[in-house]
Nanobody, 117 residues
């Protein structure tokens, strides 16, 4: 069965960095576009970034552009999100999502990121 397992979240000070990982299994990872979506406390879902199946095309929300970098390793079936210059408003649960805009959407369980001094 499809599994998406996020890791790498935690508590970090403003200005710090974290790298999130999403280990995928149960499907052919290299065939699917992947995304990161977040949900801040008390707020709705916010799309963060997309990467196409081959890794050659990426998109970012304006709120994270220039600070976050999405990437993938299809040989390791893993999606990444490098987050730099973190701000308190980046505090959220971050979800790895398979095929966000397609017919085969699937979400991981999420990993908590807290940016606070």
């Amino acid at each position: 069965q499809v599994q998406l397992v996020e890791s790498g979240g935690g508590l970090v000070q403003p200005g710090g960095s974290l790298r999130l990982s999403c280990a995928a299994s149960g499907f052919t990872f290299s065939r699917y576009d992947m995304s990161w979506v977040r949900q801040a406390p008390g707020k709705g879902l916010e799309w963060v970034s997309d990467i196409n199946s081959g890794g050659g095309s990426t998109r970012y929300a304006d709120s994270v552009k220039g600070r976050f970098t999405i990437s993938r390793d299809n040989a390791k079936n893993t999606l990444y999100l490098q987050m730099n210059s973190l701000k308190p408003e980046d505090t959220a649960v971050y979800y790895c999502v398979k095929d966000r805009r397609g017919d085969d959407e699937y979400w991981g369980q999420g990993t908590q990121v807290t940016v606070s001094s």
